[in-house]
C-alpha cells in the first residue's frame, strides 16, 4: 500500500482530502467487512458436522463499531447465541486443539484485502 499527492498550486483544500479519505476509509471497511465473513464463514463451514443444527456459520457478524478513541473498527464474530464459543472453536482448551479458522480467514484474504485498500486509495485521488 502506498499514498502518492501531486500539489499543482500553493493552496490545498484540506476538508476535500479529509472528506475524500472518511469516504474511502469508509468503503474499505465495508469491502473488508463482507470478505472476512465470507472467509470465515467457509472455513466454518468446512469443519461442519451436522447441517440441521444450528452452527457457528449461521451466526456470522460483520460490523463496524467505534472504539474508545472515536477510531472505526472492523469487527467480525459471532452473533448473540455462537459469540462466546467462538475462541474455544479458534484457539482450543486443555480438551481439544484449535481450528484457527479466524487466523485463516485473516490470512487467505490479506493479498485481496490490500488490493481493496490500494484501489480504493487510486479512486481517492491518493
Not at 1 to 18: A, G
Not at 37 to 50: F, H, M, P, S, Y
Request: with cysteine; glycine share 10%; proline share 1%.
Amino acid at each position: 500500500m502506498s499514498m502518492k499527492m501531486t500539489v499543482s498550486n500553493d493552496e490545498i483544500d484540506l476538508k476535500v482530502i479529509i472528506n475524500d479519505s472518511k469516504i474511502a476509509g469508509d468503503n474499505i471497511l465495508k469491502a473488508c467487512g463482507k470478505i472476512l465473513k465470507a472467509r470465515v464463514v467457509g472455513n466454518l463451514n468446512a469443519i461442519r458436522t451436522n447441517i440441521e443444527h444450528r452452527h457457528m456459520a449461521d451466526d456470522v457478524q460483520s460490523r463496524i463499531v467505534k472504539d474508545k478513541f472515536g477510531y472505526d473498527v472492523l469487527k467480525v464474530g459471532g452473533g448473540s447465541a455462537t459469540g462466546t464459543k467462538w475462541h474455544i472453536v479458534n484457539d482450543g482448551n486443555y480438551g481439544n486443539q484449535g481450528t484457527h479458522f479466524m487466523d485463516r480467514a485473516i490470512e487467505r484474504s490479506q493479498p485481496e484485502i490490500e488490493e481493496l485498500i490500494d484501489e480504493e486509495l487510486r479512486k481517492a485521488g491518493f
